[in-house]
């Protein structure tokens, strides 16, 4: 008679036990520190800002700032970049533009739109995702799309707008060529190599998930070019997503991706994968820029399977620590975050949950890692939001934080 109530109790007890991320914000619907009291209302009655139409969607940690994103699905979106600071009072706090409203202000009534009309090169239109890097610069992809899930207007070129994050005043933008963005393009996510002692030297790698292609940008020469590999397409037999009760059926191809190890000629491993797929595979620095070489046929087979990471272990993006050497990525059909050490095959045998919640970890959508060893996740239902609808009554978006070595202590990646 007593057995059934010990066995609820056990199950919470490993249920705490086992919940590494710990929650560091969360919100029901995304509200904006505006910049008067009537700014708010103003935009509300005017359609510029429809609370349930802004979804958090990209993550990023610098100093005392958390960066989110919020792209512009739908019309309504109050500012696109954004950030809030790490000791904020409250579990729900305001977010800030940045790097001010002026830039996150559409200059126009979007129905007005016929082509770009950017109030200057600092306005941000709609990113998915950006990177702060070791130069201390925020690395912006700006789609400059608006309305996404509706009456699409392309109003300004994908573009990377770059911002150094000491001054919050813009360093660069650079305008995608046209010839490199196809009508199915999708350019979601941005992936920065860069090193404080050659800052002129960075890199910048782009992941077209739509026309299954990779952009590389060389900050020094100011310039990108188009790569195409068959790895970069989506696997037909892993498009189904079951995630927090909605099912759906994606064709996303390259979209996660990392920087790796430093090899001992100095080299460094590209690792990426596409969105509708369990394989991992990677290339090297080396190759992706060497322009002539990379965009001939003879560099084929420089991209290299890495391994899979079997059933239902699709991944919208991916992580690397150097200290430890652990890859972590999120596992959106498992409402997980997984890891696995570089040092180590690439099978489900060698790979460990390092957090799982059917409740809060619905969709975890992107992730970083910080100066300080520590794992920032954003989750935030995005399924629910594309295809049902979001209760309004319910927490629908979180950011999680843990310390790496805690995370994978226990587990196939522990060093």
Same mark, same amino acid.
């Given at each position: 008679?007593?057995?059934?109530?010990?066995?609820? %109790?056990? #199950?919470? #007890? #490993?249920?705490?036990?086992? !919940?590494?991320?710990?929650?560091?914000?969360?919100?029901?619907?995304?509200?904006?520190?505006? $910049? @008067?009291?009537?700014?708010?209302?103003?935009?509300?009655? =005017?359609?510029?800002?429809?609370?349930?139409? @802004?979804?958090?969607?990209?993550?990023?940690?610098?100093?005392?700032?958390?960066?989110?994103?919020?792209?512009?699905?739908?019309?309504?979106?109050?500012?696109?970049?954004?950030?809030?600071?790490?000791?904020?009072?409250?579990?729900?706090?305001?977010?800030?533009?940045?790097?001010?409203?002026?830039?996150?202000?559409?200059?126009?009534? $979007?129905?007005?739109?016929?082509?770009?009309?950017?109030?200057?090169?600092? %306005?941000?239109?709609?990113?998915?995702?950006?990177?702060?890097?070791?130069?201390?610069?925020?690395?912006?992809?700006?789609?400059?799309?608006?309305?996404?899930?509706?009456?699409?207007?392309?109003?300004?070129?994908?573009?990377?707008?770059?911002?150094?994050?000491?001054?919050?005043?813009?360093?660069?933008?650079?305008?995608?060529?046209?010839?490199?963005?196809?009508?199915?393009?999708?350019? !979601?996510?941005?992936?920065?190599? =860069?090193?404080?002692?050659?800052?002129?030297?960075?890199?910048?790698?782009?992941?077209?998930?739509?026309?299954?292609?990779?952009?590389?940008? =060389?900050?020094?020469?100011?310039?990108?070019?188009?790569?195409?590999?068959?790895?970069?397409?989506?696997?037909?037999?892993?498009?189904?997503?079951?995630?927090?009760?909605?099912?759906?059926?994606?064709?996303?191809?390259?979209?996660?991706?990392?920087?790796?190890?430093?090899?001992?000629?100095?080299?460094?491993?590209?690792?990426?994968? $596409?969105?509708?797929?369990?394989?991992?595979?990677?290339?090297?620095?080396?190759?992706?820029?060497?322009?002539?070489?990379?965009?001939?046929?003879?560099?084929?087979?420089?991209?290299?399977?890495?391994?899979?990471?079997?059933?239902?272990?699709? =991944?919208?993006?991916?992580?690397?620590?150097?200290?430890?050497?652990?890859?972590?990525?999120?596992?959106?059909?498992?409402?997980?975050?997984?890891?696995?050490?570089?040092?180590?095959?690439? @099978?489900?045998?060698?790979?460990?949950?390092?957090?799982?919640?059917?409740?809060?970890?619905?969709?975890?959508?992107?992730?970083?890692?910080?100066?300080?060893?520590?794992?920032?996740?954003?989750?935030?239902?995005?399924?629910?939001?594309?295809?049902?609808?979001?209760?309004?009554?319910?927490?629908?978006?979180?950011?999680?934080?843990?310390?790496?070595?805690?995370?994978?202590?226990?587990?196939?990646?522990? #060093?």
């Amino acid at each position: 008679m007593h057995l059934l109530p010990l066995c609820f %109790t056990f #199950v919470l #007890v #490993v249920l705490i036990v086992e !919940a590494k991320l710990k929650e560091k914000f969360s919100w029901k619907q995304m509200e904006f520190d505006w $910049p @008067n009291p009537g700014a708010e209302q103003k935009a509300i009655k =005017s359609g510029r800002y429809v609370v349930e139409n @802004n979804l958090p969607l990209g993550v990023e940690r610098w100093q005392n700032k958390l960066f989110i994103t919020i792209p512009r699905w739908k019309s309504g979106v109050a500012a696109s970049l954004n950030y809030v600071e790490l000791d904020s009072e409250g579990q729900s706090p305001k977010l800030k533009p940045y790097p001010s409203w002026e830039s996150n202000t559409l200059p126009l009534n $979007p129905t007005d739109y016929t082509g770009s009309l950017l109030k200057d090169n600092s %306005t941000v239109i709609s990113p998915f995702r950006v990177q702060a890097d070791a130069c201390d610069r925020l690395w912006v992809l700006d789609t400059g799309v608006i309305d996404l899930l509706g009456d699409t207007k392309q109003i300004a070129p994908n573009a990377i707008i770059i911002f150094d994050l000491k001054t919050d005043k813009l360093i660069r933008r650079y305008e995608l060529p046209k010839n490199q963005v196809k009508d199915e393009s999708f350019l !979601a996510n941005i992936v920065v190599d =860069s090193d404080r002692s050659e800052c002129d030297k960075a890199y910048a790698y782009l992941p077209d998930l739509g026309a299954y292609t990779l952009i590389v940008y =060389s900050f020094h020469d100011n310039r990108s070019y188009q790569i195409a590999h068959h790895y970069f397409h989506f696997d037909p037999l892993q498009g189904d997503f079951n995630v927090g009760g909605v099912n759906f059926q994606w064709t996303d191809g390259i979209f996660g991706m990392t920087i790796g190890p430093t090899n001992p000629d100095h080299s460094k491993d590209i690792y990426f994968h $596409p969105l509708a797929s369990t394989k991992e595979f990677k290339v090297s620095d080396y190759v992706l820029r060497n322009e002539s070489y990379v965009t001939s046929k003879d560099s084929f087979f420089e991209f290299k399977l890495v391994g899979d990471r079997g059933m239902n272990g699709q =991944s919208t993006a991916e992580v690397y620590d150097k200290e430890t050497g652990v890859i972590f990525y999120t596992q959106v059909n498992k409402d997980a975050i997984a890891c696995w050490n570089v040092k180590r095959p690439y @099978n489900p045998d060698t790979q460990d949950l390092v957090d799982s919640n059917s409740q809060t970890l619905i969709f975890p959508n992107d992730m970083k890692i910080d100066a300080g060893g520590n794992l920032w996740v954003l989750s935030d239902k995005m399924p629910t939001y594309i295809y049902e609808t979001l209760d309004p009554e319910k927490i629908n978006f979180r950011v999680f934080t843990g310390k790496i070595r805690d995370l994978i202590k226990g587990t196939n990646c522990e #060093v």
